[in-house]
């Protein structure tokens, strides 16, 4: 197993065996996304042993609407890491507002058309939830890309392995995952997918129970709640929206067989009993997320030698004493790999390596694991590596 390559930018999420980084790739000048086990899963761990069968399994394999697994191994530490490609874009609920059904539909059509490939191939995602989606920046809006599949399970191989662990999360399971591990498939990722229909749709959880035996019993036992839409004409008003609460019912029906049977048919169904009750409204024109940069161009000067010119539409700029990086500077007291300029949702941002000394912008400390924007007006800015001053010009176009 070969040592992860990439260096951490900041944290992006926590887990209960893991936690996930934005990263650099320093030798091919770009950012990635690479997840670690903790320490204290060590390499001959049976969660080690399923997180490697899933990266080998995953890696070089191109799904529709699905992170790409690029590479994995081992670190110094012996603590077992996953790179995938890094996805610009925005949560669903910062871009999806209540009653937007045409939004959720958009949503429900591309995570349902990547769940009907991966449940073709055998993969159950078994935890889909909002924060393992991702809406990425297009021309034409965005597209959902799911962006997480640790506990995913290959049906073939896993299933029959699987003796009533619980995997997921309490308020988007299904109530078959609740009961028997042993028997999800297909069906319980596809009932995931409606709860997250229903919570962007309402802007709350079909069933908020405060405990697991709670939500357990709300799962399994209660009735599926109507959707509680306001009039947009009249907020006070709830609109009716019968044709979507009969789709919720058989979306989140209790038994597997009785739920849609694929995400195509779940989200042409949600589409016809949108527009039956009145609730779609598509755009006239769908404009990005956010504005890309047109041609921004870094400029650099370091102390002594000239000044480096950077296109960063081909990739990061990192500064330390390493040859591979982009702008090496020779001081000793410089980490090999110092600090790091990006662009992150139409932004440059700029971010220190986890270095040994430290690195300053605008006379502030980078914190580690955070980022700031750079200034992008033309004007110069100040920044310190250690005992090295630069000069940052940078433009957006």
Request: glycine share 8%; charged share 25%; aromatic share 6%.
């Amino acid at each position: 197993m070969k040592a992860c390559p990439h260096r951490r930018i900041r944290p992006l999420g926590e887990g209960a065996v893991g936690d996930v980084h934005l990263c650099v790739d320093v030798f091919r000048r770009r950012l990635v996304v690479v997840k670690w086990l903790r320490a204290e899963v060590h390499e001959g761990s049976e969660a080690a042993k399923r997180f490697n069968r899933e990266a080998t399994r995953m890696a070089g394999r191109a799904f529709d609407g699905v992170i790409k697994v690029e590479d994995y191994g081992s670190d110094e530490f012996g603590r077992t890491w996953m790179a995938m490609e890094f996805v610009d874009g925005m949560a669903p609920g910062g871009v999806i507002g209540r009653g937007d059904a045409w939004g959720v539909h958009r949503l429900l059509a591309g995570v349902g058309r990547s769940l009907d490939e991966l449940h073709g191939l055998g993969v159950v995602h078994r935890d889909l939830k909002p924060d393992n989606i991702i809406l990425r920046n297009v021309d034409n809006g965005w597209d959902p890309v799911i962006i997480d599949l640790g506990i995913a399970k290959w049906l073939a191989h896993e299933v029959a392995t699987a003796t009533g662990s619980v995997f997921g999360t309490p308020h988007y399971m299904s109530p078959e995952q609740f009961k028997d591990t042993k028997h999800v498939g297909p069906a319980t990722d596809r009932y995931a997918l409606a709860v997250i229909g229903f919570e962007l749709l309402t802007q709350q959880l079909p069933y908020d129970g405060s405990t697991l035996p709670e939500l357990l019993h709300q799962h399994m036992e209660s009735s599926i709640p109507e959707l509680q839409i306001p009039d947009p004409n009249a907020p006070d008003r709830l609109l009716p929206v019968p044709h979507l609460d009969a789709f919720m019912r058989i979306a989140m029906a209790k038994s597997p067989p009785d739920r849609y049977g694929s995400g195509n048919e779940m989200a042409e169904a949600f589409r016809d009993a949108s527009k039956q009750d009145g609730l779609w409204q598509e755009p006239s024109s769908i404009a990005p997320l956010f504005e890309p940069l047109e041609r921004p161009i870094l400029e650099i000067r370091p102390p002594r030698g000239p000044a480096r010119r950077f296109d960063m539409r081909e990739g990061p700029v990192v500064m330390g004493r390493h040859e591979a990086c982009q702008l090496v500077l020779t001081s000793p007291r410089l980490s090999r790999l110092h600090a790091c300029i990006f662009t992150h949702r139409g932004r440059i941002w700029v971010a220190d390596l986890n270095s040994q000394n430290g690195t300053r912008y605008q006379d502030k400390a980078l914190p580690h694991g955070s980022s700031s924007p750079l200034r992008t007006d033309g004007r110069p800015s100040r920044m310190v590596l250690y005992d090295q001053i630069l000069e940052i010009v940078a433009h957006r176009s």
